[in-house]
Protein backbone atom coordinates (compact mmCIF):
# COMPACT_ATOMS: atom_id res chain seq x y z
CA UNK A 1 0.00 0.00 0.00
CA UNK A 2 1.17 3.23 -0.71
CA UNK A 3 2.02 5.47 2.34
CA UNK A 4 0.20 8.73 3.11
CA UNK A 5 1.51 10.71 5.53
CA UNK A 6 -0.87 12.49 8.12
CA UNK A 7 -1.54 16.13 7.41
CA UNK A 8 -0.74 17.82 10.26
CA UNK A 9 -1.86 22.00 10.07
CA UNK A 10 1.51 24.30 11.49
CA UNK A 11 1.38 27.52 11.04
CA UNK A 12 4.08 29.83 10.17
CA UNK A 13 4.33 33.97 10.16
CA UNK A 14 7.14 35.71 8.56
CA UNK A 15 6.56 39.53 7.98
CA UNK A 16 3.16 39.48 8.97
CA UNK A 17 2.44 36.67 6.68
CA UNK A 18 0.83 33.60 7.78
CA UNK A 19 0.92 30.07 5.90
CA UNK A 20 -0.11 26.31 6.78
CA UNK A 21 2.58 24.22 6.06
CA UNK A 22 0.59 20.39 6.48
CA UNK A 23 3.96 18.48 6.78
CA UNK A 24 5.95 20.46 8.78
CA UNK A 25 6.18 17.87 11.49
CA UNK A 26 8.30 15.73 8.99
CA UNK A 27 11.29 18.11 9.22
CA UNK A 28 12.99 16.34 12.32
CA UNK A 29 16.71 18.12 12.89
CA UNK A 30 17.63 15.33 15.45
CA UNK A 31 16.44 12.57 13.09
CA UNK A 32 15.22 10.79 16.60
CA UNK A 33 11.09 11.22 16.16
CA UNK A 34 9.65 8.20 16.25
CA UNK A 35 6.84 8.73 14.06
CA UNK A 36 9.21 10.47 11.33
CA UNK A 37 11.35 8.00 11.50
CA UNK A 38 8.63 5.09 10.89
CA UNK A 39 7.06 7.23 8.48
CA UNK A 40 10.48 7.34 6.43
CA UNK A 41 11.16 3.65 6.98
CA UNK A 42 7.67 2.83 5.12
CA UNK A 43 8.18 5.40 2.12
CA UNK A 44 11.93 3.55 2.12
CA UNK A 45 9.96 -0.25 2.06
CA UNK A 46 7.69 0.53 -0.41
CA UNK A 47 10.81 2.48 -2.80
CA UNK A 48 12.25 -1.09 -2.99
CA UNK A 49 8.96 -3.12 -2.97
CA UNK A 50 7.95 -0.93 -6.53
CA UNK A 51 11.81 -1.33 -7.54
CA UNK A 52 12.03 -5.12 -6.86
CA UNK A 53 11.05 -5.88 -10.79
CA UNK A 54 14.11 -4.12 -12.22
CA UNK A 55 17.04 -5.08 -9.72
CA UNK A 56 18.77 -6.58 -12.65
CA UNK A 57 18.29 -3.66 -14.42
CA UNK A 58 19.72 -1.54 -11.78
CA UNK A 59 22.64 -3.75 -11.25
CA UNK A 60 23.29 -3.72 -14.86
CA UNK A 61 23.05 -0.30 -15.20
CA UNK A 62 25.65 0.40 -11.79
CA UNK A 63 27.96 -1.77 -13.31
CA UNK A 64 27.85 0.25 -16.43
CA UNK A 65 28.90 3.15 -14.83
CA UNK A 66 31.63 1.55 -12.70
CA UNK A 67 32.98 0.16 -16.06
CA UNK A 68 33.63 3.17 -18.06
CA UNK A 69 35.33 4.93 -14.59
CA UNK A 70 39.02 4.42 -14.67
CA UNK A 71 40.49 2.11 -11.96
CA UNK A 72 43.54 4.49 -11.57
CA UNK A 73 43.07 8.03 -12.04
CA UNK A 74 45.56 11.07 -11.50
CA UNK A 75 44.24 14.92 -11.24
CA UNK A 76 46.31 17.29 -13.27
CA UNK A 77 48.60 19.23 -10.53
CA UNK A 78 48.66 23.01 -9.83
CA UNK A 79 51.14 25.27 -7.48
CA UNK A 80 50.17 27.51 -5.10
CA UNK A 81 52.24 28.87 -2.46
CA UNK A 82 55.45 26.63 -3.25
CA UNK A 83 53.60 23.31 -3.37
CA UNK A 84 52.02 21.20 -6.18
CA UNK A 85 48.84 19.53 -5.61
CA UNK A 86 46.95 16.61 -6.80
CA UNK A 87 44.56 14.04 -6.20
CA UNK A 88 44.32 10.63 -6.98
CA UNK A 89 41.87 7.53 -7.00
CA UNK A 90 43.58 4.65 -6.54
CA UNK A 91 41.92 0.96 -7.88
CA UNK A 92 38.81 -0.10 -5.55
CA UNK A 93 38.74 3.32 -3.48
CA UNK A 94 35.88 5.50 -3.45
CA UNK A 95 36.95 8.19 -2.37
CA UNK A 96 40.40 10.85 -3.02
CA UNK A 97 43.79 10.73 -1.51
CA UNK A 98 45.10 14.25 -1.31
CA UNK A 99 48.91 14.75 -1.75
CA UNK A 100 51.54 17.81 -2.27
CA UNK A 101 55.41 18.09 -3.08
CA UNK A 102 57.78 21.10 -2.93
CA UNK A 103 57.32 22.80 -6.51
CA UNK A 104 61.12 22.48 -6.69
CA UNK A 105 61.24 18.86 -6.40
CA UNK A 106 62.53 16.72 -10.08
CA UNK A 107 61.45 13.33 -8.23
CA UNK A 108 57.93 13.10 -9.66
CA UNK A 109 56.72 10.22 -7.31
CA UNK A 110 57.90 11.60 -4.15
CA UNK A 111 54.48 13.10 -3.01
CA UNK A 112 53.53 13.82 0.78
CA UNK A 113 49.76 12.82 1.61
CA UNK A 114 47.67 15.31 3.07
CA UNK A 115 44.62 13.65 3.50
CA UNK A 116 43.40 10.41 2.53
CA UNK A 117 39.47 10.33 2.53
CA UNK A 118 39.10 6.64 2.44
CA UNK A 119 40.21 6.48 5.72
CA UNK A 120 38.64 9.25 7.02
CA UNK A 121 35.48 7.60 5.65
CA UNK A 122 36.05 3.61 6.80
CA UNK A 123 34.37 4.17 9.91
CA UNK A 124 30.93 6.44 8.56
CA UNK A 125 28.26 5.13 6.43
CA UNK A 126 28.41 8.56 4.69
CA UNK A 127 31.26 10.89 4.14
CA UNK A 128 31.79 14.38 2.20
CA UNK A 129 35.10 16.07 2.39
CA UNK A 130 33.77 19.69 1.90
CA UNK A 131 37.24 21.40 1.35
CA UNK A 132 40.67 22.23 2.72
CA UNK A 133 42.71 25.14 3.47
CA UNK A 134 46.37 25.55 4.42
CA UNK A 135 47.96 28.02 6.64
CA UNK A 136 50.31 30.85 4.56
CA UNK A 137 53.32 29.21 6.23
CA UNK A 138 52.60 25.65 5.01
CA UNK A 139 52.08 24.15 8.37
CA UNK A 140 48.60 23.30 9.17
CA UNK A 141 45.54 22.31 7.22
CA UNK A 142 41.48 22.77 7.93
CA UNK A 143 39.58 20.40 6.77
CA UNK A 144 35.72 20.45 6.13
CA UNK A 145 33.92 17.01 6.15
CA UNK A 146 30.36 15.84 6.76
CA UNK A 147 29.65 12.45 8.11
CA UNK A 148 25.60 13.10 8.25
CA UNK A 149 24.62 14.06 4.35
CA UNK A 150 22.86 16.85 5.97
CA UNK A 151 26.01 19.29 4.31
CA UNK A 152 26.06 19.90 8.38
CA UNK A 153 29.94 20.21 8.13
CA UNK A 154 32.64 19.76 10.65
CA UNK A 155 36.42 21.73 10.75
CA UNK A 156 39.12 19.80 12.18
CA UNK A 157 42.76 20.91 12.10
CA UNK A 158 45.76 19.32 11.43
CA UNK A 159 49.30 19.85 11.58
CA UNK A 160 51.43 18.68 8.87
CA UNK A 161 54.79 18.79 10.72
CA UNK A 162 53.59 16.31 12.79
CA UNK A 163 50.88 14.72 11.41
CA UNK A 164 48.66 14.95 14.62
CA UNK A 165 45.29 16.75 14.92
CA UNK A 166 44.12 19.53 16.80
CA UNK A 167 41.79 18.81 19.89
CA UNK A 168 39.21 21.00 18.81
CA UNK A 169 36.14 20.76 16.16
CA UNK A 170 34.33 23.65 14.62
CA UNK A 171 30.70 22.21 14.05
CA UNK A 172 27.76 22.63 12.10
CA UNK A 173 29.67 25.21 9.71
CA UNK A 174 29.86 26.03 5.91
CA UNK A 175 32.45 24.78 3.58
CA UNK A 176 33.24 28.48 3.36
CA UNK A 177 36.71 29.38 5.57
CA UNK A 178 40.03 30.92 4.99
CA UNK A 179 43.41 32.11 6.79
CA UNK A 180 44.85 34.97 8.28
CA UNK A 181 48.55 36.00 7.52
CA UNK A 182 49.67 34.91 11.06
CA UNK A 183 48.95 31.45 10.40
CA UNK A 184 46.83 31.30 12.81
CA UNK A 185 43.61 33.36 12.83
CA UNK A 186 41.58 31.26 11.22
CA UNK A 187 37.56 32.85 10.19
CA UNK A 188 34.74 30.50 9.06
CA UNK A 189 30.89 30.44 8.30
CA UNK A 190 28.00 28.83 10.75
CA UNK A 191 24.99 27.80 9.91
CA UNK A 192 21.58 28.96 11.69
CA UNK A 193 20.67 26.05 13.75
CA UNK A 194 16.84 25.94 12.22
CA UNK A 195 17.52 27.21 8.70
CA UNK A 196 20.90 25.88 8.13
CA UNK A 197 21.17 28.81 6.51
CA UNK A 198 24.69 30.54 7.03
CA UNK A 199 24.70 33.77 8.76
CA UNK A 200 27.56 33.86 11.13
CA UNK A 201 31.48 34.84 10.77
CA UNK A 202 33.36 33.81 13.26
CA UNK A 203 37.40 33.95 14.33
CA UNK A 204 39.21 30.89 15.33
CA UNK A 205 42.99 30.86 17.14
CA UNK A 206 44.35 27.45 16.77
CA UNK A 207 44.78 25.24 19.66
CA UNK A 208 41.98 27.05 21.48
CA UNK A 209 37.99 25.37 22.12
CA UNK A 210 35.36 26.86 19.99
CA UNK A 211 33.73 28.17 23.42
CA UNK A 212 36.40 31.25 22.90
CA UNK A 213 35.61 31.92 19.10
CA UNK A 214 34.64 35.22 18.91
CA UNK A 215 31.20 36.72 16.42
CA UNK A 216 32.50 39.02 14.32
CA UNK A 217 29.58 39.34 11.83
CA UNK A 218 25.87 38.18 11.92
CA UNK A 219 23.55 38.48 8.87
CA UNK A 220 19.97 39.39 10.37
CA UNK A 221 18.42 39.41 6.96
CA UNK A 222 17.48 35.68 5.82
CA UNK A 223 17.43 35.97 2.56
CA UNK A 224 21.24 37.03 2.19
CA UNK A 225 23.57 34.07 2.34
CA UNK A 226 27.22 34.44 3.73
CA UNK A 227 30.15 33.19 2.50
CA UNK A 228 34.21 34.12 2.70
CA UNK A 229 37.31 33.93 0.36
CA UNK A 230 40.98 36.10 0.21
CA UNK A 231 41.55 38.86 -2.27
CA UNK A 232 44.18 38.05 -4.74
CA UNK A 233 46.76 40.43 -2.86
CA UNK A 234 46.30 38.29 0.34
CA UNK A 235 45.48 41.28 2.48
CA UNK A 236 41.87 41.59 3.01
CA UNK A 237 39.45 38.56 3.84
CA UNK A 238 35.77 39.51 2.25
CA UNK A 239 32.66 38.85 3.44
CA UNK A 240 30.37 38.20 0.96
CA UNK A 241 26.64 38.65 1.59
CA UNK A 242 24.69 38.07 -1.57
CA UNK A 243 20.13 38.11 -1.72
CA UNK A 244 19.04 36.82 -4.94
CA UNK A 245 19.57 40.48 -7.15
CA UNK A 246 21.75 42.30 -3.95
CA UNK A 247 25.21 42.07 -2.86
CA UNK A 248 27.23 43.53 0.08
CA UNK A 249 30.76 43.61 0.76
CA UNK A 250 32.75 43.80 3.93
CA UNK A 251 36.66 43.60 4.73
CA UNK A 252 38.68 42.17 7.21
CA UNK A 253 42.19 43.61 7.04
CA UNK A 254 44.42 39.96 7.11
CA UNK A 255 47.59 41.05 8.90
CA UNK A 256 45.72 41.88 12.02
CA UNK A 257 44.46 39.03 14.18
CA UNK A 258 42.03 41.25 15.88
CA UNK A 259 40.64 42.83 12.67
CA UNK A 260 37.10 44.63 13.02
CA UNK A 261 35.21 44.40 9.56
CA UNK A 262 34.05 47.62 7.75
CA UNK A 263 31.96 48.02 4.56
CA UNK A 264 33.28 48.59 1.16
CA UNK A 265 29.84 49.45 -0.40
CA UNK A 266 26.26 49.34 1.61
CA UNK A 267 23.81 47.32 -0.10
CA UNK A 268 21.49 48.50 -2.28
CA UNK A 269 18.59 47.02 -3.84
CA UNK A 270 19.22 44.96 -7.17
CA UNK A 271 23.21 46.29 -6.77
CA UNK A 272 25.04 43.47 -7.37
CA UNK A 273 28.90 43.59 -6.96
CA UNK A 274 31.90 41.83 -6.33
CA UNK A 275 35.48 43.30 -5.28
CA UNK A 276 38.71 42.15 -5.52
CA UNK A 277 42.10 43.46 -4.45
CA UNK A 278 45.26 43.61 -6.40
CA UNK A 279 49.11 45.60 -6.07
CA UNK A 280 47.38 48.41 -3.81
CA UNK A 281 43.97 48.67 -5.67
CA UNK A 282 40.39 47.81 -5.58
CA UNK A 283 38.89 46.18 -8.57
CA UNK A 284 35.14 46.59 -8.68
CA UNK A 285 32.63 44.86 -11.18
CA UNK A 286 29.22 46.20 -10.87
CA UNK A 287 25.98 46.12 -12.44
CA UNK A 288 25.14 49.71 -11.67
CA UNK A 289 23.91 51.55 -14.52
CA UNK A 290 24.17 48.47 -16.62
Not at 39 to 67: F, P, T
Not at 171 to 188: H, K, L, Q, R
Not at 203 to 216: M, V, Y
Request: glycine residues 4%.
Amino acid sequence: MLPKAARIPHAMTLHGDTRIDNYYWLRDDTRSQPEVLDYLQQENSYGHRVMASQQALQDRILKEIIDRIPQREVSAPYIKNGYRYRHIYEPGCEYAIYQRQSAFSEEWNEWETLLDANKRAAHSEFYSMGGMAITPDNTIMALAEDFLSRRQYGIRFRNLETGNWYPELLDNVEPSFVWANDSWTFYYVRKHPVTLLPYQVWRHAIGTPASQDKLIYEEKDDTYYVSLHKTTSKHYVVIHLASATTSEVRLLDAEMADAEPFVFLPRRKDHEYSLDHYQHRFYLRSNRHA
